[in-house]
């Protein structure tokens, strides 16, 4: 252990990061920032060419700091898992999603660990940053690891960390956001510190894996069961003809006791909408009914039928129909300035409105590209209704010519407030306007023509 600390202190140690999307590519530049050569694995072969050619294709990952290190030989990214026999430490970053019947998909870190396993030596360090439930480490990794027939602790150490990065945030990144550290024994919570200190401002050590895990999932679960609330009285108020964004503003207005959460068309991303229901999973296997994560789960996926009802009563007004109409839905990705659209609600709100006769199309500056039903669809061109100077990816956007007129859409649903969209000339030129983010509280229009959350 102390040879490993050592190695970790003079920055000497080899780290290596498994699956580079959105958590560890961003992870495995951070390390190699810091000074320690690093070893990216993983098993997308078109992932790991464009980054052997510099390229980055996570936007919280800076493309030149990126050409920079992989060019310095700072960060290499390979598909050889054998590369793990020369590594000193391990973190993995693999997916763990739902499978259809909403149980946790534990396979992705399963079959890491068999790999990791083959390779396991002496003074090893092993840390799981995957999102799962409480147990997951010391009762599925920690006993495939064991069989390697060296002993946690003393031989090799594990530890798990969770992720908390906030993809497309500016302010908390994954260097200043706190990590949480939870070892299987003291000498792994030590070493797992000492790793992620080089790297990391604040390294929050706790007594477990247990704990650590639970910490990731009450922090998404607190989220989720405040959006379905916020969801709930956005349903309420629609009721009552309350405007329910002029009402959590002023609520927020209070400087104790209340923290605003804003209602939407629904939870999306590889997080809030899934992480919770890991927990309840794990739950009922020692029968017990986490009900507030369940109820919040069915209001927060009840929203885009809630949004097609808007849609249809907006059209009813104006004597339309869904059926026939041409509608155009603003941001695809699951939330404002990021590609993702894992989960997103724009894809249920347009396979509704599609399965109800709807002509959808979408535009989304970030996603370029969507896949629906494995056939590629692509983004409406509105550039003619984007800030100029707004850059995507780097990329500076430039106005064109209004040759995709807002007007001919039935009806306009704002899904993602990107900051690219220019809402005033959204509004100025289209004929109807859901706004489920309250993306146009600036714009200046007849209220009529826009129809809020
Ligand atoms: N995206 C987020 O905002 C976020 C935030 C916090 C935590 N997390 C958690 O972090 C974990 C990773 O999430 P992500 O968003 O980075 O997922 P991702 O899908 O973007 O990245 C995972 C990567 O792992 C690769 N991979 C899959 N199987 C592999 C294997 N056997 N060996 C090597 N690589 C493999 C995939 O090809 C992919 O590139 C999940 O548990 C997620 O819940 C995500």
Redesign the pocket.
């Known amino acids: 252990m102390s040879r490993l600390i050592e190695k970790i202190n003079r920055k000497s140690a080899k780290v290596s990061v ?8 961003p992870l495995a530049v951070e390390f190699a920032r810091s000074g320690f050569a690093v070893t990216g ?4 072969n078109a ?1 790991v060419k464009k980054l052997q050619k510099g390229q980055s294709y ?1 936007d919280d990952v800076d493309p030149k700091e990126l050409e920079d290190l992989i060019k310095k030989g700072q960060l290499q990214a390979s ?1 050889d ?1 054998r590369l793990l026999n020369e590594m000193d430490t391990v973190s993995i ?5 739902l499978r259809k019947t909403k149980d946790p998909d534990i396979s ?2 399963l ?2 660990t068999r ?1 990791i396993k083959k390779y396991l030596h002496k003074d090893q360090l092993i840390v799981l ?4 439930y409480p147990g997951t480490t010391d009762e599925l990794v920690l006993p495939e690891l064991e069989e390697s027939g060296l002993k946690v602790g003393r031989d090799f150490f594990l530890a798990f960390s ?6 497309g945030n500016k302010v908390y990144t994954t260097r200043n956001t706190p990590k949480i550290i939870g070892g299987v024994t003291p000498k792994c919570t030590q070493l797992a510190v000492a790793l992620y200190q080089q790297a990391i401002e604040k390294v929050i050590p706790l007594s477990s894996t247990r704990s650590a895990e639970m910490v ?1 999932l009450l922090e998404n679960t607190f989220r989720a069961i405040n959006i379905g609330l916020a969801n709930e009285v956005a349903i309420i108020c629609d009721r009552l003809g309350i405007d329910v964004w002029e009402v959590i503003e002023a609520a927020a207005t209070k400087p104790f006791g209340f923290m605003p959460f804003y209602p939407g068309p629904g939870l999306g ?3 809030i909408p ?2 919770p229901l890991y927990l309840s999973w794990k739950l009922k296997s020692l029968n017990y009914n986490a009900r507030f994560i369940e109820l919040a789960s069915e209001i927060n996926t009840s929203m885009p039928y809630h949004v097609v009802n808007k849609v249809t009563d907006a059209l009813n007004r104006a004597k339309k129909s869904v059926n026939g109409s041409k509608i155009l839905i603003l941001g695809v990705a699951y939330k404002k300035d990021v590609n ?1 659209v ?1 989960e997103s609600p724009a894809l249920d709100i347009l396979k509704i409105l599609q399965e109800k006769g709807a002509q959808v199309s979408y535009s989304d500056p970030h996603v370029p590209e969507l896949m629906l039903d494995t056939k590629p669809v692509t983004s409406v061109d509105i550039s003619a209704y984007c800030h100029p100077t707004t850059s995507v990816r780097g990329q500076r956007q430039e106005r064109t010519g209004r040759q995709n007129s807002l007007a001919r859409y039935d009806c306009i649903i704002i899904v993602t407030d990107h900051s690219a969209f220019d809402y005033q000339a959204i509004v100025n030129e289209a004929t109807l306007v859901v706004d489920t983010r309250n993306a146009t509280r600036n714009v200046k229009s007849s209220l009529a023509k826009i129809i809020k959350l």
């Open positions: 498994i699956g580079l999307g959105y958590v560890g590519l694995i993983e098993v997308d992932k996570v598909t898992f970053c693999v997916p763990t999603p992705y870190i079959s890491v790999e940053e995957s999102t799962t969770p992720e908390r990065v906030d993809p990731k991303g590889h997080c899934i992480d993702d894992r």
